[in-house]
């Protein structure tokens, strides 16, 4: 089946800075890579996802990367802010069905 | 619109005890997850259903846990007896559509003591 591997598994930036987490993946056959942010008491948000067609998605301060060849993806914050201090996992699954999560990476954002 | 809604969000039980979770998906979502999320680690699919079928339970301990969804809306997650191991976060998410996005409750946190 599937496995995800995540790192790092925690990450300290000041605010303002770039945080980058990076991801990656065994099954070829997966497709979807969602990531999602979970805050302390909550269920797990979805902030972006990106499908095997496409190699890379903005959205505001958030971006990530696919590389298939290498079956590997990241998400990159920019002018990181307090608000964005949470857990953050990545995933991978194949038509959305049986996703796989990764282990978590815990994002301290320093003011 | 009103999000996946799980109860209670916190039970502590001795082991050996049953206990059961409940969750109402968003209304129209016919696609409905339970996951478990030990300490420090993502979620894990326990079990997941297309309207009232369960689709996939591979993960699903069956000797202690069972799951229903009658009528394909709320569902049902129980556990009987609980272990100490089975201290967790139970989630429960829902979907719908094409894009498939699944949509997370905040959790049950459960303590067997």
């Known amino acids: 089946g599937e496995n995800v591997e995540q790192h790092p598994s925690t990450l300290s930036v000041q605010e303002g800075d770039s945080a980058v987490i990076k991801c990656t993946y065994s099954d070829s056959a997966s497709n979807y890579f969602p990531w999602y942010k979970q805050e302390l008491g909550k269920g797990p948000q979805l902030i972006i996802d990106i499908r095997s067609n496409v190699g890379e998605k903005k959205d505001q301060r958030i971006a990530v990367t696919l590389n298939k060849t290498a079956k590997h993806f990241s998400l990159h914050i920019t002018e990181t802010q307090p608000e964005d201090s949470a857990v953050y996992f990545c995933a991978a699954s194949i038509r959305n069905n049986d996703m796989r999560f990764g282990a978590g990476t815990r994002l301290t954002v320093k003011p | 619109e009103a999000g996946v809604v799980q109860s209670p969000r916190y039970k502590i039980i001795e082991k050996k005890q049953p206990v059961a979770f409940w969750c109402n998906p968003i209304s129209g979502h016919n696609t409905l997850y339970w996951y478990r999320q030990n300490l420090g680690q993502g979620p894990e699919l326990l079990i997941r259903?297309?309207?009232?079928?369960?689709?996939?339970d591979s993960q699903l301990p069956k000797d202690r846990f069972s799951a229903e969804r009658l009528k394909g809306v709320d569902s049902t997650l129980k556990i009987q007896p609980a272990e100490l191991g089975d201290s967790a976060v139970y989630l429960c998410a829902s979907s719908s559509g094409a894009r498939n996005i699944q949509y997370f409750g905040a959790g049950t946190r459960l303590s067997v003591l």
């Open positions: 259903y297309e309207n009232e079928e369960a689709v996939d």
